[in-house]
């Protein structure tokens, strides 16, 4: 890829008191591109995607945008750049509707009143853009699967046209066709030139949608792989570290029986 990514770490690193949540690490995101970013439960994951959205600033290293060097220091700063994070809590409201959550907190209005019937229209618009399928717009988020509501969720951070959309396990907990809803618009979010990141423990939805794997360990990358030329083993084994484990010593037997 020739053009500079859209999102570029490099050398960065976080401590929290005495633990060095990360260091040095390195990370590129291009337009158009999903990358997925695995490690085992403390490998750093969280905090790498805490320091991009501006929750937490980095200590040390450098952020790029474009190419050139920039200050994410709040999330005011990551928003202002193009970067939408949708958390693992969605942080929707239950008892208000589609169209609510999707504008909360920036509601359009007309005369200083509420302006219902464009945020409806906008809204619809959104969803038929993306593709995504609800009953109506005017259910109450608590009616909806978890599926649909993980779509609504990254449906709202697409209000602001970011370039880059930063999903946080969007498909844990979710039935095989949920998963499937969920992983379809990924799709769609790379068709429209977004670049994504995608934190997965699946490695079926990781081979399923991502084009470039960012391995986590420790608090220090341990691997870029193109998801078409590896294979899932090599992914597992520089997660965990070893190059020997349940996985491998499978399909080792497994190659042996071939033979």
């Not at 695995?38 to 905090?47: I, L």
């Not at 060097?69 to 239950?94: E, F, K, M, W």
């Not at 009953?135 to 449906?155: C, H, Y």
């Not at 379809?184 to 084009?211: C, P």
């Amino acid at each position: 890829m020739s053009a500079a990514p859209v999102l570029a770490l490099r050398g960065v690193s976080k401590r929290f008191g005495a633990v060095q949540a990360l260091t040095d690490v390195e990370l590129e995101i291009h337009a158009s591109e999903v990358v997925a970013l695995v490690g085992d439960n403390g490998a750093g994951k969280s905090t790498l995607v805490k320091t991009i959205a501006g929750v937490h600033p980095i200590d040390n290293g450098v952020i790029e945008w474009d190419g050139l060097p920039v200050t994410v220091s709040r999330p005011h700063d990551a928003q202002n750049l193009g970067i939408a994070t949708v958390y693992q809590d969605l942080a929707l409201c239950d008892n208000i509707d589609v169209v609510g959550n999707l504008f909360l907190g920036r509601e359009l209005r007309r005369r200083g009143i509420l302006d219902e019937v464009e945020m409806e229209r906008r809204a619809r618009e959104l969803l038929d853009t993306l593709s995504i399928r609800i009953p109506s717009v005017r259910i109450p988020i608590a009616s909806l699967s978890g599926g649909q509501r993980q779509t609504v969720a990254i449906a709202r951070s697409m209000l602001g046209e970011p370039r880059l959309v930063i999903l946080d396990e969007p498909t844990a907990a979710l039935g095989v066709e949920q998963t499937a809803q969920v992983l379809d618009l990924v799709e769609r979010l790379r068709e429209r030139g977004h670049a994504v990141l995608l934190i997965s423990h699946s490695m079926a939805d990781v081979k399923a949608v991502a084009d470039r794997v960012a391995v986590l360990r420790l608090g220090r990358n341990n691997g870029f792989f193109d998801v078409g030329d590896t294979s899932q083993e090599d992914i597992i084994s520089a997660i965990t570290g070893a190059t020997d484990n349940a996985v491998t010593r499978r399909a080792a037997r497994t190659a042996e029986g071939r033979q």
